[in-house]
């Protein structure tokens, strides 16, 4: 049974770092195109970053906002994806979700992902 859990959200001022882990169970993660989404408070879910699976290079995409500042990766011997995230702002504020792309289609869209975890609260503020 497919499961993903996510972890290491907190409470950070602007300019700090996290660190996101997403661990996964009842599938190899590397096999998989990996995504990671935030929801803001009354946004929508928005995608953050992506890689590629290992057959596809593990190749990294990232939304504009964050291309300089966030590190997608995959450590296989874990079976965990992270998000490194520096020089953090407050619009980076949300819950941030990671998922294995399982449909197709464009990395962005939100319909190609079936399996969440619960998210991980990230909060950027002074």
């Known amino acids: 049974q497919l499961q993903l859990v996510e972890s290491g959200g907190g409470l950070v001022q602007p300019g700090g770092s996290l660190i996101l882990s997403c661990s996964a169970t009842g599938f190899t993660l590397n096999e998989y195109n990996i995504g990671w989404f935030r929801q803001a408070p009354g946004k929508g879910r928005e995608a953050v970053a992506y890689i590629t699976h290992s057959q596809g290079g593990g190749v990294p995409f990232y939304r504009d906002s964050v291309k300089d500042r966030f590190s997608i990766s995959r450590d296989s011997a874990q079976n965990t994806a992270f998000l490194q995230m520096s020089s953090l702002k407050p619009e980076d504020t949300g819950v941030y979700y990671c998922?294995?792309?399982?449909?197709?289609?464009?990395?962005?869209?939100?319909?190609?992902?079936?399996?969440w975890g619960q998210g991980t609260q990230v909060t950027v503020s002074s």
């Open positions: 998922a294995p792309l399982v449909r197709g289609g464009s990395w962005i869209d939100q319909r190609a992902y079936d399996y």
